[in-house]
Structures are given as structure tokens and as C-alpha cells.
């Protein structure tokens, strides 16, 4: 089992930066990939990025140059850095982690973050 909490929503001015943080616990050794999806009212669940035990990284392309995954592995912690800010981008953002254990894929997801772009 993992547990994530995440921490760093908010109401942001468009152009403005926030940043996410998501705490992993638990049977962290198991985890293979992390990452954030976000999900908008009305519309369906999106993945934003996702980043590696071996360190690699993807995301979305509407999100490209504008947001950054990293990860603090001393502190089994990831962040979302989010530059350039949107109205498109409000929704209620979402970390997971997936977990690979004697050949079973799961995933685990956090209890959501509002981030709220408006001015």
C-alpha cells in the first residue's frame, strides 16, 4: 500500500506559479512511476506528467515548457512546478504513484488539490 498526500493549490492571477507537492509513504520501494493527472469540471480525468524511478520524465503537451516535474527522493516527495499560468489549466489536480510487485501493476492516487486560475 502507498499513501500520498498533496499539498500546494490555490487561487492563482493567469501568468502567476504555484507549486504541488505530493508525499509518498508506506511501500515506497515498490514504486515505479509518478506523476499528476488533473481533472476540470465537466471533463474527463488528464494526465499531466509523469516521472521515473530511473529518472524519466514525460508530460502533456499543454503543458510542455510551462510545467516541471521533479522529485526529492531523500524526502519520497514529488512536485509540479507550474509557470505561465492558464484558465484552462483550473481543475482539481490529482498525484498517483504506480507500483509494480511480482508482476502486478496498481495504482494509488492522492485526495486531490484545487488549483483555481482566474483573475
Given at each position: 500500500q502507498?499513501?500520498?498526500v498533496?499539498?500546494?493549490?490555490?487561487?492563482?492571477?493567469?501568468?502567476?506559479?504555484?507549486r504541488l507537492?505530493?508525499a509518498a509513504?508506506g511501500s515506497i520501494?515498490s514504486?515505479n512511476?509518478?506523476g499528476?493527472?488533473?481533472q476540470a469540471p465537466g471533463?474527463?480525468r488528464?494526465?499531466?506528467?509523469?516521472?521515473?524511478t530511473?529518472g524519466g520524465i514525460?508530460?502533456?503537451d499543454s503543458?510542455?515548457?510551462?510545467?516541471?516535474?521533479?522529485?526529492?527522493?531523500?524526502?519520497?516527495?514529488?512536485?509540479?512546478?507550474?509557470?505561465?499560468?492558464?484558465?484552462?489549466?483550473?481543475?482539481v489536480?490529482?498525484?498517483?504513484?504506480e507500483?509494480?510487485?511480482?508482476?502486478n501493476?496498481?495504482?494509488?492516487?492522492?485526495?486531490?488539490?484545487?488549483v483555481?486560475?482566474?483573475?
Open positions: 502507498v499513501q500520498l498533496e499539498s500546494g493549490g490555490g487561487l492563482v492571477q493567469p501568468g502567476g506559479s504555484l507537492s505530493c509513504s520501494f514504486i512511476t509518478m499528476w493527472s488533473r471533463e474527463q488528464e494526465l499531466v506528467t509523469t516521472i521515473t530511473s514525460n508530460y502533456a503543458v510542455k515548457g510551462r510545467f516541471t516535474i521533479s522529485r526529492d527522493k531523500a524526502k519520497n516527495t514529488v512536485y509540479l512546478q507550474m509557470n505561465s499560468l492558464k484558465p484552462e489549466d483550473t481543475a489536480y490529482y498525484c498517483f504513484a507500483t509494480l510487485t511480482m508482476g501493476i496498481f495504482h494509488y492516487w492522492g485526495q486531490g488539490t484545487q483555481t486560475v482566474s483573475s
